[in-house]
């Protein structure tokens, strides 16, 4: 049977992990969401192995952002990273 792990320990070592990806990775975030810290953000971009990462800071209050006003620009953000990736 798997063990099951508490969110902390969830998030140690997803945390520890994050270092060890070599790939450009996109991270778009809502600056003024209430579910998700904008430090998440700062956090992956600090950690990030891969010069290539864009990290997007959206003035946006939405937690779901592929879907509503800011939509076109996250569609956009990622064709354009994954052309130049």
């Keep these: 049977m798997p063990r099951e792990y508490t969110l902390l320990e969830f998030v140690e ?3 520890t992990r994050l270092q060890k990806i070599p790939q450009p990775i996109l991270v778009i975030h809502a600056a003024h969401e209430k579910i998700v810290s904008a430090r998440s953000l700062r956090f992956l ?9 864009r990290f997007e800071l959206l ?7 592929i879907r509503g006003a800011d939509s076109q620009k996250v569609f956009k953000l990622c064709a354009d990273f994954l052309r130049e990736v």
Excluded at 45 to 53: C, F, H, L, M, V
Excluded at 59 to 65: G, T
């Design 13 to 15: 070592r997803t945390r």
């Design 45 to 53: 971009q600090g950690i990030s192995a891969n010069p290539k990462s």
């Design 59 to 65: 003035d946006s209050n939405r937690h779901v952002l």
